[in-house]
């Protein structure tokens, strides 16, 4: 479910276009200025209303990003990893890890071919499953590709 909303977050996100604005002087305070969105252009066509739009969407600004969030979500069952487990394969599990990971970030190590990069979020949730060093290895380089 965490790796949805993340993903669903990010995208959204990443799609969003905000529209043109500009700031006015407040009409109950001249001193102070509020943000006002810029209005449709007026036009007499249904096409030409199209159009327009379509320019003025172009137009918003988007959102630049210098890291984009990837999660992985790995189940532990009897000392086995099971990558993005239903809702009932974890009630089960003896544990689960979420690792997010920047996917920006990463670059194919020449020596080894593994994948590095940046790690942004490792939770462990669920039983008292004990988790090795060598587990988690594993599952940072399965969020890594």
């Known amino acids: 479910v965490v790796d949805a909303c993340i993903l669903g977050i990010m995208t959204s996100l990443k799609d969003l276009s905000l529209p ?7 009409e109950l ?8 969105i810029l209005p449709p252009t007026n036009s ?3 096409i030409n209303e199209v159009a327009e739009s379509t320019k003025r969407k172009k137009r918003g600004t988007s959102l630049t990003f210098s890291k984009m969030a990837v999660p992985l979500t790995v189940a532990l069952f009897d000392n086995k990893l099971l990558v993005d487990p239903t809702l009932e394969e974890e009630n089960v599990s003896d544990g689960m890890i979420t690792i997010v990971v920047d996917l920006m970030s990463v670059v194919q190590d020449e020596e080894t071919n593994a994948l590095n990069g940046t790690i942004l979020s490792l939770a462990k949730s669920g039983g008292g499953a004990i988790i090795s060093s060598e587990e988690i290895a594993a599952c940072v380089q399965l969020a890594f590709g």
């Open 20 to 26: 043109p604005v500009t700031t006015v002087p407040s």
């Open 44 to 46: 007499n066509s249904d």
């Open 29 to 36: 305070n001249p001193k102070e200025e509020v943000v006002r």
